[in-house]
């Protein structure tokens, strides 16, 4: 409940600032990713970040290779298409000639919100550095007049396309932040899409083997505690539930393996990591989204892996110190 109240505090400052024509849209898209993390809401999170990030440097790919793991391949596929057209119809805009008339229609703004702001910046500058004719004579005032006059046609029109485009995306977060304040109001915590995820991933763990049941179930209880110790036990089932997952999906052997991406592991029986790895590979075969995902889970590990000695130190600093205290 805590963290609902934060979040919530971050949602109505943002809707607060989003009647602020001084507050930019990208600030929005910060605080709607902010929110969307908070609340582990993929789902959202996905197309903030394409605002965000835009194509630029492969972009939006680098995004889909990132969100592919955290969907089933039908919801990943089907996200990623309605997801693509909304951005690309939020960027439609037509290419002009110098006298303003339309050359291209419907063409495509591929950037993020930071240069479409710019965008708008760099035009407003430009109707600053139109010729000033204030003391010419009154032949050259009316051929530049009518020049500036042109500029500014030009300009009026490039600058309302470019906004646009902003408040076609500040509508969309907007919306967003109306949304998730409502759900936060209605105590709906989490996205939905989480738990609806974590309960499929349960379910299938248990159909592989029974034990996954009672490690989940400890998880959760541990977990609800909120306890060090309790946490630290946690650390502990999270473990256990890799390990039991490595064993159904690649069981131990004993020598050196030599992995589809180019690395030899050792895939004992302590080596859940490496043989989870192995068999993502194998699967997967050498793709930029399998490797993301491989490190994912390599990172997860290690925090896992840190976490738990550190609350293994801080266990055993209290017992020694309750010891020192009870002798």
């Known amino acids: 409940m805590v963290v609902n109240d934060y979040i919530l505090k971050i949602v109505q400052s943002a809707l607060s600032n989003a009647g602020s024509s001084d507050y930019p849209t990208s600030s929005l898209l910060k605080d709607a990713q902010r929110v969307a993390n908070l609340r582990r809401d993929y789902v959202n999170l996905w197309w903030i970040l394409q605002e965000l990030q835009g194509s630029h440097k492969n972009g939006l790919q680098k995004i889909d290779c990132e969100m592919k793991g955290k969907f089933v391949y039908s919801e990943y596929e089907s996200m990623g298409k309605d997801y693509l057209m909304k951005w690309i119809n939020e960027r439609l805009i037509n290419e002009l000639d110098a006298n303003g ?45 009518q020049q500036n006059a ?94 039991c997952y490595a064993n159904h999906i690649c069981p ?28 993502l590979f194998e699967r997967g075969g050498l793709h930029t989204h399998t490797e993301i995902l491989n490190q994912n889970i390599e990172d997860l590990v290690k925090r896992i892996e840190k976490k738990t000695n550190w609350l293994a130190k801080v266990s055993m600093e209290r017992y020694l110190k309750w010891k020192q205290t009870s002798v």
């Open 101 to 145: 008339e339309v050359i291209k229609k419907d063409q495509v703004y591929p950037y993020c919100i930071y240069d479409i702001e710019e965008r708008i910046r760099s035009i407003d500058m430009q109707f600053g550095s139109l010729i000033n004719t204030k003391g010419m004579h009154t032949l050259d005032v009316y051929y530049i007049e």
């Open 150 to 243: 042109r500029n500014r046609a030009f300009l009026n029109l490039q600058r309302e396309q470019y906004r646009n485009i902003d408040h076609r995306i500040r509508d969309r977060v907007t919306n967003y932040l109306v949304d998730s304040e409502m759900q936060l109001i209605q105590g709906d915590s989490p996205s939905r899409y989480f738990e609806d995820n974590k309960k499929w991933v349960e379910e299938k763990l248990a159909s592989y083997d029974v034990a996954f049941v009672d490690y989940l179930n400890a998880l959760n209880s541990h977990l609800s505690k909120e306890t060090d110790v309790d946490n630290e036990e946690a650390l502990l089932d999270i473990r256990k539930i890799l390990w």
């Open 252 to 279: 131990p052997r004993e020598e050196v393996t030599l992995c589809s991406d180019g690395k030899k592991r050792m895939l004992t029986n302590d080596r859940y990591l490496n043989r989870i790895s192995y068999i």
